[in-house]
């Protein structure tokens, strides 16, 4: 089935290193097409969300917005083993602070990527993406009466703030309200929680939510075991997966381009781990990045990390 997804900012050209033109010099910016709703083999479809109006409205440092711009640059030259057909949609941009509108404009292009049977890649842009990122989800066909949504977020915070303005810091709270007053099921799950970056009061909403997380401290090598177990048991309580990435999920000498570096942070080692068994699940419904600030990113190692997760999300998705 084929659908439109509507952008304010069309494609632009994808340039990059070329060693060749034959399969097995393939690089991102040699597979990539415009999104074409005609076509059928498309594996995914990157969609972009400039905006930092959420963490303007959370007292973050802004410069979120150009987040897209070097998550598609850094993509660019990795190089594919695979030459299935990735499709670039264009940008969503939150140019007027009116943030709510860029959200719902999200939403559509993501409802319509699902629908025509792309997983969607969304590049952000601050975590306000990711409401958005679930209106798309929520209107989608695929989401229907019956099914269970689970939300996996890799991330030092739990964004359940409880503010009458919508930010960075509100979306999961705002989908979870939003679920409940629908009577639909959902659960939302948080790996890499940082307990000093999170009042008790989050703590506390996040118990009156039934959010099940798990600790910073408790993400390293040494708890593959616990951490494999907290993954499968959201995996087999949902039918479909959200996956959303906050980059400041990572320890900040791995990613020092976010809004709040991480002072411990999870390894990327477990971070990739888990990407790698979320996207082979079958689960999968819909992925987006969050946090890239360019102008803070140190030898684009932010840009290059998050380009490596997408990178694998990708090529293991069925």
């Known amino acids: 089935m084929s659908a439109e997804i509507p ?17 097995e010099h393939l690089r991102w910016h ?12 498309s594996r995914c479809v990157l969609i972009g969300f400039a905006s930092d109006e959420g963490v303007r409205r959370n007292k973050g440092r802004q410069g979120a917005a150009a987040g897209p711009h070097a998550l598609r640059a850094a993509l660019a030259s990795m190089a594919l083993n695979d030459p299935a057909l990735l499709e670039d949609a264009g940008t969503v941009a939150v140019t007027d602070a009116d943030l709510e509108s860029g959200q719902a404009r999200l939403g559509r292009a993501v409802a319509g990527a699902i629908d025509s049977g792309r997983l969607p890649v969304v590049l952000g842009g601050g975590h306000e993406v990711a409401y958005g990122t679930y209106l798309g989800v929520a209107a989608a066909a695929a989401r229907g009466t019956g099914t269970r949504l689970g939300i996996l977020n890799l991330d030092a915070h739990f964004d359940l703030r409880g503010e009458a303005t919508p930010s960075s810091g509100t979306p999961f709270r705002q989908i979870l309200e939003a679920e409940h007053a629908a009577g639909m099921s959902i659960r939302y799950d948080v790996l890499g929680i940082s307990q000093p970056s999170n009042t008790r009061a989050l703590f506390d909403t996040a118990d009156r939510f039934d959010v099940h997380y798990l600790l910073d401290d408790r993400c390293g090598p040494a708890d593959y075991a616990l951490v494999d177990a907290f993954v499968a048991d959201l995996l087999d309580a949902v039918d479909l997966l959200y996956l959303t990435i906050d980059l ?14 991480a002072a411990y942070g999870v390894p990327l080692e477990t971070i990739q781990r888990v990407c790698d068994r979320v996207a082979m699940s079958g689960k999968l419904i819909a992925v987006d990045v969050a946090e890239l600030n360019p102008g803070l990113d140190i030898d684009n190692r932010t840009a290059r990390t998050a380009a490596r997760l997408i ?3 990708v090529t293991r998705h069925p």
């Open 30 to 41: 040699q597979a990539i097409r415009s999104y074409d709703p005609a076509a059928t083999e």
């Open 7 to 23: 952008v304010d900012i069309p494609p632009a050209a994808w340039t990059g290193r070329n060693d060749g033109d034959t399969p």
């Open 311 to 313: 990178h694998r999300i």
């Open 248 to 261: 400041d999920v990572l320890p900040a000498a791995v990613a020092p381009g976010v809004s709040a570096p």
